[in-house]
């Protein structure tokens, strides 16, 4: 469709779904500044060249994976074994999917794909929020606003630590990554008004503290399916209260 032939009303509705996502993520794009200044510390002292460590935040911009490749290829383990369980670690993102796919499986492919690449932890809490609150046919440009200013932020912050990786000797031990669990405990708090979002909450925790020992992060998988689990018995059992 041509530029010139989409009404005035639309590009501004557009316009402001777009921008309302930017504002939306602002809070956090703070959580997760320090975690992108982490990873490109790590990146370089794990030998990775700043080249590399900078493409993979542009190339596959999944801060946990990025964190676990990282520690993987600093560890010398053998390509398969890194892909694999970054794999297992973003699979999480089907999720996401699962929940957004309603709201967007009208949108053409070409818009999906982009939307699916810039898809964080971050913007889908946003846009999960925003979707559940009224609104026209132009909601995934907010969804679109709040993944751009994500990606933006984490090139941004890659390359800061990246540049300053050389001049600090542990960056792990600056405990600076604690800001994004912050983040997200914000996120989730305020959401958390019903008994089944409450259940789900709790035994998604209670398993992610059990299973904490599992290998690759394995256990927060656990703990995100059994949350889902025990939500929708709970929604099923006492209603939606």
Same mark, same amino acid.
């Given at each position: 469709?041509?530029?010139?032939s989409?009404?005035?009303?639309?590009?501004?509705?557009?316009?402001?779904? &777009?921008?309302?996502?930017?504002r939306? =993520?602002?809070p956090?794009? $703070? @959580?997760?500044?320090? &975690?992108?200044?982490?990873?490109? *510390?790590?990146? $370089?002292a794990?030998?990775?060249?700043?080249?590399?460590?900078?493409?993979?935040?542009?190339f596959?911009?999944? @801060?946990?994976?990025?964190f676990i *490749?990282?520690?993987?290829? @600093?560890?010398?383990?053998a390509?398969?074994?890194?892909?694999l369980t970054? #794999?297992?670690?973003?699979?999480?993102?089907?999720?996401?999917?699962?929940?957004?796919?309603?709201?967007?499986?009208?949108?053409?492919?070409?818009?999906?794909l982009?939307l699916g690449?810039?898809?964080?932890?971050?913007?889908?809490?946003?846009?999960?929020?925003?979707?559940?609150?009224?609104?026209?046919?132009?909601r995934?440009?907010?969804l679109?606003?709040s993944?751009?200013?994500m990606y933006?932020?984490?090139?941004?912050?890659?390359?800061?630590?990246?540049?300053a990786?050389?001049?600090?000797?542990d960056?792990?031990?600056? @405990?600076l990554? #604690?800001?994004?669990?912050? =983040?997200?405990?914000?996120?989730m $708090?305020?959401? $958390?008004?019903?008994?089944?979002?409450?259940?789900?909450?709790?035994?998604?925790?209670?398993?992610?503290?059990?299973?904490q020992?599992?290998?690759?992060?394995?256990g927060?998988?656990?703990?995100?399916?059994?949350?889902?689990l025990?939500?929708?018995l709970?929604?099923?059992?006492?209603?939606?209260?």
């Amino acid at each position: 469709m041509q530029a010139s032939s989409i009404p005035p009303s639309e590009t501004k509705s557009r316009r402001a779904e &777009f921008w309302a996502g930017v504002r939306a =993520t602002i809070p956090l794009l $703070v @959580g997760a500044a320090p &975690f992108g200044l982490i990873y490109g *510390a790590l990146a $370089v002292a794990s030998r990775l060249s700043p080249l590399a460590a900078a493409a993979m935040s542009a190339f596959v911009f999944a @801060g946990s994976a990025q964190f676990i *490749a990282v520690g993987l290829v @600093g560890a010398g383990a053998a390509v398969p074994i890194i892909i694999l369980t970054t #794999f297992v670690v973003n699979l999480r993102h089907m999720l996401y999917s699962a929940t957004l796919a309603p709201h967007m499986g009208q949108l053409p492919r070409k818009v999906l794909l982009p939307l699916g690449f810039w898809l964080t932890d971050e913007s889908f809490a946003v846009a999960a929020k925003r979707y559940n609150q009224p609104g026209g046919e132009e909601r995934h440009w907010f969804l679109l606003g709040s993944e751009l200013a994500m990606y933006l932020n984490w090139q941004l912050v890659t390359w800061i630590g990246i540049l300053a990786g050389r001049a600090i000797s542990d960056p792990a031990a600056w @405990g600076l990554d #604690f800001a994004m669990v912050v =983040t997200f405990i914000g996120i989730m $708090v305020p959401e $958390v008004k019903t008994r089944p979002s409450l259940l789900a909450v709790l035994v998604a925790g209670g398993t992610a503290l059990l299973a904490q020992d599992l290998p690759h992060q394995a256990g927060l998988l656990l703990a995100a399916l059994l949350g889902i689990l025990a939500g929708v018995l709970a929604e099923r059992s006492l209603g939606d209260e």
